[in-house]
């Protein structure tokens, strides 16, 4: 049995560039890898067919969810003649810009090169991922990180943050291709990337704080007035570092104090999925 962590993501900084030719966008982006992960697990099946246990209700069919998508793929494309029960025990909410369904689908490549003893490199897995989400290959290597063009050009940042971060979502399914489709590149506010990493590198909160920017925020916030009012809640509380991580709907929070953030956690609803993680 081969088990893999699939680590949700947070963006620190998101400026769309341009629109490209194929229909994506050129994005600059510094994302970070949490300690909140979802859990999979691998087994080698009697037969050949893949089969997803646990939490398998991410999709109204299995073989929509992109874990079962790269282990057909890969079965297939590396000519392997076993079959596999992946579980998988999800932490991370869905559909809430923390990358939870590309994580698991990385987890997936990593487990199953693992099992199946495919000897890829981290480098071939990411170029695998591509094909099917423009996070898998951050989430294969799970580095802080510049990634550029899709998400797949990626620079790591050679430091860690072990920042506390309080996570938010308030159960509002956001659709990524519906953000990207209202995207304007004439209207988007655009800041130096250059201000975060030297913040990052020199580890000035203060300062990483200032330069948080996602220009799809207002964009999610047009869609849903109420995902700017959490943002607007948690900042009430006396949060600076304040933002929502990729097109939503997850709000996220960083101040070096756990307990600042802690106040803040028992503010908010209830019925809200919210947790303190860390920047790993």
């Avoid at 874990?67 to 003649?81: D, G, L, R, T």
Wanted: proline content about 2%; aromatic content about 8%.
């Amino acid at each position: 049995m081969v088990k893999e962590k699939a680590y949700a993501k947070i963006n620190l900084f998101l400026n769309v560039v341009a629109k490209r030719f194929d229909g994506f966008h050129d994005l600059e982006m510094v994302m970070a890898s949490l300690e909140l992960h979802d859990v999979l697990e691998f087994r080698k099946n009697t037969t050949n067919d893949i089969l997803i246990t646990g939490d398998t209700n991410m999709t109204d069919d299995y073989k929509d969810n992109l874990v079962y998508k790269v282990a057909s793929f890969m079965q297939e494309e590396f000519n392997v003649f076993e079959g596999v029960v992946i579980n998988i025990k999800k932490n991370i909410p869905v559909a809430a810009g923390l990358a939870g369904g590309s994580a698991d689908a990385a987890a997936t490549l990593r487990g199953l090169n693992k099992l199946w003893k495919l000897n890829l490199s981290l480098d071939d897995m990411a170029k695998l991922g591509l094909e099917f989400g423009s996070d898998i290959p951050f989430c294969v290597y799970n580095k802080l990180c510049i990634a550029k063009g899709r998400g797949e050009e990626l620079v790591f940042l050679n430091t860690k943050l072990n920042i506390p971060v309080l996570l938010v979502n308030p159960f509002i399914k956001i659709s990524t291709k519906d953000v990207f489709a209202q995207v304007n590149p004439d209207n988007i506010i655009e800041k130096k990337i250059s201000n975060m990493t030297n913040a990052i590198f020199n580890k000035n909160l203060d300062l990483i704080i200032r330069e948080l920017h996602n220009s799809l925020e207002e964009i999610t916030f047009n869609i849903n007035p109420d995902i700017r009012k959490l943002k607007n809640h948690i900042i009430d509380t006396g949060i600076k570092g304040v933002l929502m991580s990729g097109s939503g709907s997850t709000i996220f929070a960083i101040e070096g104090k756990k307990s600042k953030l802690q106040y803040s956690f028992d503010t908010v609803r209830d019925d809200y999925y919210k947790i303190i993680t860390k920047i790993r």
